[in-house]
């Protein structure tokens, strides 16, 4: 997972919504990221107005619906993980 992240953060593409549900393991073993829906361009790119931004998931502080997404915003989620 971290592998994929760095191929889009060098490319200064956002994931955006990382969390376990959008990981799957191939039958290789092998992680896979799923939903590329909220993908878009550091500092550009906006979280959706329906976020889910509630306490049971542990967002980067600042996150807000219809926010700006960033590379460290990925970078929290992936080390939360």
């Known amino acids: 997972v971290k592998e994929a992240m760095n191929i889009l953060h060098v490319k200064l593409i956002i994931f955006g919504d990382l969390c ?22 550091d ?11 509630t306490a049971d998931i542990c967002w980067y502080s600042g996150v807000v619906r219809n926010g700006l997404m960033s590379i460290e915003h990925d970078k929290f989620m992936l080390d939360a993980m």
């Open 20 to 41: 376990l549900p959008n990981i799957i393991i191939t039958n290789e073993g092998k992680p896979m990221l799923l939903d590329f829906d909220w993908c878009g361009e």
């Open 43 to 53: 500092n550009s790119a906006r979280y959706p107005p329906d976020l889910n931004n």
